[in-house]
């Protein structure tokens, strides 16, 4: 039960954390090293990470959470069809997300969160990310919103450090308010009632081909996405 402890993962969290912990001044990793980590995770442990997929019928999308220290959190995010997350900030923290299985959209906005009170443009750049494609954001690059279209998708995210709550914009009316992260389960522990494992729902016949990660939602159980 406890995959958590198994040698991918141990080799993987270790190696996340000599990354992170190289103490730059600010702080800042190198991305790319996070990539390639991912990708070497992945591709030698899915069937390990597809353990974490569960699945609440209801929810736009669901959170799972892997491992979290001081440093990083790890977690698995599970995508209804055409489940939107809010549009977000990071909350300063530095944001990797891997598609495992489906596709996600992600619109962009380059803007300063901190000084925008509410976003009602148009996204200034839309793109769609497939299995084995990572997306990349922190706080400099500006905010996005996730989503999924038809197919039901899977996304393993990695955050440095992790946050609690973030700058969020409501995907409808644009306002600001703060979300904060909650999982529907934490290591395995099931917190939520209402899940099932993704296969369950979904089927596993074609589960993850390949592999890939995403953003993060808010606790704030909004209908928009992420
Ligand atoms: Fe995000």
């Keep these: 039960m406890n995959d958590i402890f198994s040698p991918g993962f141990r080799e993987f969290s270790s190696q996340l954390l000599t990354a992170f912990c190289k103490g730059t001044e600010h702080n800042v990793v190198d991305k790319s090293e996070v990539i390639h980590l991912f990708e070497k995770f992945v591709d030698n442990n899915f069937e390990t990470i597809q353990k974490y997929a569960y699945v609440d019928p209801t929810k736009n999308y669901t959170r799972n959470l892997i491992l979290e220290n001081e440093h990083f959190s790890l977690m698995v995010l599970c995508w209804n069809p055409y489940a939107k997350s ?45 299995p084995n494609d990572v997306l990349y954001i922190d706080d400099n690059k500006g905010v996005h919103c996730i989503e999924n279209l038809e197919n039901p998708t899977i996304t393993l995210h990695c955050y440095a450090p992790p946050y609690k709550s973030s700058k969020c914009f409501d995907a409808s009316t644009g306002a600001e308010f703060i979300g904060s992260s909650i999982f529907d389960s934490e290591s395995l522990l099931l917190k939520n009632p209402n899940l099932s494992p993704f296969e369950e729902i979904y089927g596993g016949d074609e589960v993850m ?18």
């Design 86 to 130: 809010c549009i977000h900030a990071h909350g300063g923290s530095q944001c990797w997300l891997r598609v495992l299985k489906g596709q996600v959209k992600e619109c962009l906005w380059d803007c300063d969160p901190y000084k925008e009170s509410k976003i009602n443009t148009p996204p200034h750049r839309v793109s769609f990310a497939n």
């Design 209 to 226: 081909e390949d592999a890939g990660c995403g953003c993060d939602d808010y606790g704030k159980d909004c209908s928009c996405g992420h």
